[in-house]
């Protein structure tokens, strides 16, 4: 692997970790917007908030899907690069190696709890 791939695979992990803490972020917004409107709160500005919060929580989701994506990208190309860097004739009678995909960003739990 070379350095710039290393650096675009550092800049991707912090991509996730960010998102993956936006998503924490997210469930405790929305445990609070709960817990007021069982206090009373006026519904309608509260349900503006939690409708407003879904919908970030579905772009997040659609976000980390995209990433799973790139990252299985990514991987295809390290493959690729590899099996690229082999001399001709071995390149002649081989394939670029298979990539098995073990994603490194869990899948997202519901937050309608």
Do not use: Y
């Not at 998102?19 to 972020?25: A, D, G, I, M, P």
């Amino acid at each position: 692997m070379n350095v710039l791939a290393a650096v675009k695979t550092i800049s991707f992990a912090a991509d996730v970790a960010r998102t993956l803490e936006l998503q924490k972020h997210l469930r405790s917004l929305v445990g609070l917007i709960r817990a007021r409107k069982q206090k009373g709160k006026p519904k309608s500005e509260l349900d503006l908030l939690d409708e407003e919060i879904q919908v970030i929580g579905e772009t997040v989701a659609i976000l980390v899907e995209q990433m799973k994506t790139l990252e299985h990208i990514q991987l295809r190309l390290a493959a690729f690069e590899e099996w690229s860097s082999l001399p001709w004739w071995k390149r002649m009678f081989s394939k670029p190696r298979a990539v098995t995909v073990v994603s490194s960003v869990p899948a997202l739990q519901s937050s309608n709890s």
